[in-house]
């Protein structure tokens, strides 16, 4: 059976778009979250979009085939939000695990389906590790620079969690996604290397980081290549830029990482910035033009949509980067890499 890693050497994969714009499609209410398992929770749930995966797995599991109808290779799971710390907005905290099992088994059997209807089609699943809604960087109170809401004890326990439950679940791979502060990234690839020693063995880690605006920052304040080089050490399988912009104004960071990366290079962009509306107005047409572009310079290993893309948009970017040739295999270079906000590298040089 194909895996990832070869198929990645083989051609560009394609990742799937976005989750919440095909929920929306829907016109999902409040009752269709809380289902009759939560029917009496004292919060409101709409807006919850990974409870839909206990209580309208339907829903979750056709939006995946959608995806795979597209051309997608690999679907994320839909856990960006199933961590105890990001579902204690809900008062959820407690069905953080139940939530990423549901989610993998709604893209397991979506991957399923898909393979049968295309014998020897392969399809993946990526378990989705979302940034959360808390900061072990930064202070949420700016009286307060030495606060933090969370702790490293609490983020690692949180994400071992979710790690634990998506493997058991069968994912292919897992996704550390939409990263803007570094801390919380190096905390979930800690927790996923536990997790990796604890049930002896290991899948992918892809890990794809937010670029916030022209500034080429994180929002923690890293560059592209510093927060590279703060992650380097896990050998992630793929590291890639995701969110926040389209991929027009991916461009120089783009070109950037497909220069620095020693592994391989994923960009799954917004369908380009958001409109006064909060919408995002790019056609299938236009991302696929401007990502066909990336595979054409030799910048992509995977590629796909963040928000606002649809399987239409995918089947566009899918279409484009057809038989193009994913970027070649870099050398790892022995170089010492430091990194605060901004790189250092030093080099040693023969007498």
């Not at 839909?52 to 339907?58: F, Q």
């Not at 599991?61 to 990001?86: C, K, M, P, Q």
């Not at 991929?247 to 380009?272: D, F, H, T, W």
């Amino acid at each position: 059976m194909e895996t990832l890693e070869q198929l990645v050497r083989q051609r560009i994969v394609v990742i799937d778009g976005a989750m919440g714009s095909l929920i929306q499609t829907f016109r999902l209410e409040e009752r269709d979250f809380r289902g009759e398992r939560f029917g009496a929770h004292p919060k409101d749930l709409k807006g919850n979009n990974d409870l839909l995966c206990l209580t309208r797995p339907d829903v979750i599991e056709e939006i995946h085939g959608r995806y795979f109808d597209a051309g997608a290779d690999l679907v994320e799971t839909n856990t960006f939000s199933s961590t105890a710390i990001a579902q204690a907005d809900y008062d959820l905290s407690h069905v953080a695990r139940e939530l990423n099992l549901a989610a993998a088994k709604c893209a397991r059997n979506a991957a399923r389906a898909a393979e049968e209807k295309t014998p020897g089609r392969r399809c993946f699943v990526a378990g989705a590790i979302g940034p959360l809604n808390r900061t072990l960087s930064m202070s949420p109170d700016v009286n307060r620079p030495d606060y933090r809401a969370v702790t490293w004890q609490q983020v690692t326990d949180s994400y071992r969690e979710q790690t634990l439950a998506l493997l058991e679940g069968g994912v292919d791979a897992l996704l550390v996604e939409t990263i803007f502060d570094t801390l919380n990234a190096k905390a979930a690839l800690f927790s996923i290397e536990e997790v990796f020693e604890q049930v002896g063995r290991r899948v992918p880690v892809m890990v794809s980081v937010t670029i916030t605006d022209a500034s080429g920052r994180t929002l923690s304040g890293q560059t592209l290549g510093a927060f590279y080089d703060s992650i380097r050490h896990a050998h992630p399988f793929s590291v890639g830029i995701n969110c926040a912009l389209g991929g027009k104004e991916m461009r120089p960071y783009m070109q950037e990482l497909a220069r620095i990366a020693e592994c391989n290079v994923s960009c799954y962009p917004n369908a380009g910035l958001p409109n006064a509306f909060g919408g995002y107005d790019e056609t299938p047409a236009d991302m696929a033009r401007i990502l066909g572009d990336f595979a054409k310079n030799g910048w992509l290993n995977l590629v796909g949509g963040c928000c606002g893309s649809t399987p239409e948009h995918i089947a566009a970017i899918a279409q484009a980067v057809k038989g193009l040739a994913p970027r070649p295999d870099a050398e790892r270079k022995s170089t010492m890499r430091l990194s605060g906000l901004e790189s250092l590298h030093v080099e040693t040089r023969a007498s």
